[in-house]
Antibody
């Protein structure tokens, strides 16, 4: 059974940093384009960014609200996806999900508040 | 880029079929065969029901089907069941970006 398990969510002050992880299993992680998507409380889904598989260049793309502050990386040897979040703002408060084309994780909550 | 456009609500009786639309532009929905549909029950993580316009992940019943014409994609749910009541989001690849629709709340009457 395919599993995506996010971790690392926490309460952090504005201006702070946080690193989220996503552990993948039961599919060929190195072949997958991986995405981060977030959902603010009571709101819809918002695409955060993605990282392509290495044979497609392994490059990253980001949504405008997070570009320059968030960085996505991957470790194909450990089937891990990461989201480094810097200069956090209150509007970054959301549940963060890692996803592939066909699967979602259960999400991890990030709360940015003083 | 703006979000994809979905109707805020849709409804149908058990056993009926309902179709939800998702309208974008030639730069997203119309330009790529990478449209997905996601089901979300209250308090739960989303679940992919359709990807690449019309493919179903393992375990998704064939009552769910997807299609696309021009800049509009559609999700059809046939043989409505009570558990189909949820919010449905479409998403599309959009070049160096990806977009979601605002979500459609499907009510089973």
């Amino acid at each position: 059974e395919v599993q995506l398990v996010e971790s690392g969510g926490d309460l952090v002050q504005p201006g702070g940093s946080l690193r989220l992880s996503c552990s993948a299993s039961a599919f060929t992680f190195s072949d997958a384009w991986m995405h981060w998507v977030r959902q603010a409380p009571g709101k819809g889904l918002e695409w955060v960014g993605r990282i392509k598989r290495k044979r497609d260049g392994g490059t990253t793309d980001y949504a405008a609200p997070v570009r320059g502050r968030f960085t996505i990386s991957r470790d194909d040897s450990e089937n891990l996806l990461f989201l480094q979040m810097n200069s956090l703002k209150t509007e970054d408060t959301a549940v963060y999900y890692c996803t592939t084309d066909a699967y979602w994780g259960q999400g991890t909550l990030v709360t940015v508040s003083s | 880029q703006s979000a994809l456009t979905q109707p805020p609500s849709a409804s149908g009786s058990p056993g009926q079929s309902v179709t939800i639309s998702c309208t974008g532009t030639s730069s997203d929905v119309g330009g790529y065969n990478y449209v997905s549909w996601h089901q979300q029950h209250p308090g739960k993580a989303p679940k992919v029901m359709i990807y690449d316009v019309n493919k179903r992940p393992s375990g998704v019943p064939d009552r769910f089907s997807g299609s696309k014409s021009g800049n509009t994609a559609s999700l059809t749910v046939s043989g409505l069941q009570a558990d189909d009541e949820a919010v449905y989001y479409c998403s599309s690849h959009a070049g160096s970006n990806a977009l979601f629709g605002g979500g459609t709340t499907l009510t089973v009457l």
